[in-house]
């Protein structure tokens, strides 16, 4: 069953779901969406989807076996719970949490259930096993002793005011706030055309009430992959420091001051200091642009979705690292197909593995992320203790771990 429909799913979620899944439901709060992916199943495997407008009639069915989460990101939680108390194995987008609070919850369902869970961090499988080899290029000690690595994850959009709009015909605006406080739909058209801006659709990722904007949009990937890397998946930082942020408002108390434009950071330089020595930067802007930039005390390279560049990398067409290598880093035979990350959801429900990208190791790098948010939104460094999980000596930070949910749309562990 597919519970969200919008232009994610029908982007990538809807061509690898069907490659190896039938589908039988599909549900969205928007009927435009939820109609096209009926069609789009229909056309692809020749028979009729049913559709729900209301996700827990998809997790009460008996006759489904795995939900495939592609909602907006302040949903993902409360679905993907509810979908493995119901006994179902769950697929769900990134970035998987909303908030700190959310990532300990979904971990405590996930060990209790026994659920398959797989976070669509394609990056682990897919990329031509680029970061793969990045990983095993560090495990071979190709850099030396790695001490700095830096994500570069991207800019935010800015928006203009954005005016109040009618609720387009066929969306649940309510039921699309979920536990967000409930506001008014706002809308207006680009010039260059393409989504409008608005909180919704597409759009939703520029609000820190749905999501966290490239912070976590792109550190779901890139932050991931480096606290991979880094042998940071058990742990966290001991400090988070804003050297740099810019976003489009004032802020007062971590909260921004208008709600007719989009409020997450536009810019920011953030850095995160590990008991091991390692420093991890979460920038919007470097030099090498998007991708991950490795130092250690023998050199340093970058990887990308479409390169790898640096002298470690010059040096691999002598001294190649081998597919054994990068099978070890992947935890067993490499990944093939055109969409590996799903296969590997599908062989984890058939043998009872755990996926590549589990709940507990994406939880572990999301809290980069989430603390990195927290810092830039309140201009200041954060005490984090890794153990306990928790921000130190600041209660204002701490409350910002978790989020107050309207009645009706709490989250229950």
């Not at 996700?55 to 679905?79: F, M, P, S």
């Not at 005011?161 to 015909?169: D, K």
């Not at 759009?203 to 976590?216: A, I, P, V």
Request: charged residues 25%; proline residues 4%.
């Amino acid at each position: 069953g597919c519970v969200g429909t919008g232009d994610r799913w029908n982007d990538v979620g809807a061509r690898r779901a069907m490659e190896y899944f039938d589908i039988v439901a599909v549900c969205d709060v928007d009927k435009n969406n939820v109609e096209k992916a009926k069609s789009r199943v229909k056309e692809a495997q020749g028979r009729d989807a049913d559709m729900y407008e209301d996700y827990r009639k998809v997790i009460e069915r008996d006759d489904i076996n795995a939900i495939l989460c592609v909602t907006t990101d302040h949903w993902h939680t409360k679905v993907a719970i509810e979908a493995m108390k119901a006994g179902k194995d769950v697929y769900c987008e990134k970035p998987l949490t909303l908030t700190i609070e959310e990532g300990k919850m979904i971990n405590k369902v996930q060990k209790e259930t026994g659920r398959i869970f797989q976070v669509g961090t394609q990056q682990r499988s897919e990329m031509g096993l680029r970061f793969l080899k990045a990983i095993a290029m560090i495990r071979d000690g190709r850099i030396g002793d790695v001490h700095t690595v830096t994500c570069d994850i991207g800019q935010g959009p800015a928006s203009p005011e954005i005016p109040l709009a009618p609720v387009p015909t066929g969306l649940n605006w309510d039921m699309w706030l979920g536990q967000a406080p409930v506001v008014e739909y706002r809308s207006l058209a680009k010039s260059g055309g393409g989504y409008p801006f608005s909180r919704c659709h597409y759009e939703f990722r520029w609000w820190y009430e749905y999501s966290g904007g490239k912070m976590t949009d792109w550190g779901a990937h890139h932050v991931d992959i480096a606290t991979w890397a880094c042998g940071l998946t058990g742990t966290g930082p001991q400090t988070v420091t804003p050297i740099m942020v810019e976003h489009p408002m004032a802020y007062k108390d971590g909260m921004p001051t208008r709600d007719d434009m989009y409020n997450v950071a536009n810019k920011f330089d953030v850095q995160l200091k590990f008991e091991n020595g390692i420093t991890m930067n979460i920038v919007s802007d470097s030099a090498n642009g998007n991708g991950i930039l490795f130092e250690g005390t023998k050199g340093r390279f970058h990887v990308s979705r479409g390169a790898m560049k640096g002298k470690p990398v010059e040096d691999l067409e002598t001294n190649p690292i081998t597919d054994d290598q990068i099978a070890e880093v992947y935890g067993g035979k490499l990944p093939e197909g055109k969409y590996a990350h799903m296969y590997n959801f599908l062989d984890c429900i058939k043998t009872g593995k755990q996926p590549i990208s589990d709940v507990h190791t994406h939880n572990r790098a999301l809290a980069n992320c989430h603390l990195a948010n927290i810092a830039i939104r309140l201009d200041r460094e954060l005490k984090w203790d890794p153990v306990a999980e928790q921000i130190i000596g600041d209660s204002q930070a701490q409350q910002m771990q978790g989020r107050e949910q309207r009645k009706g749309y709490e989250i229950e562990a």
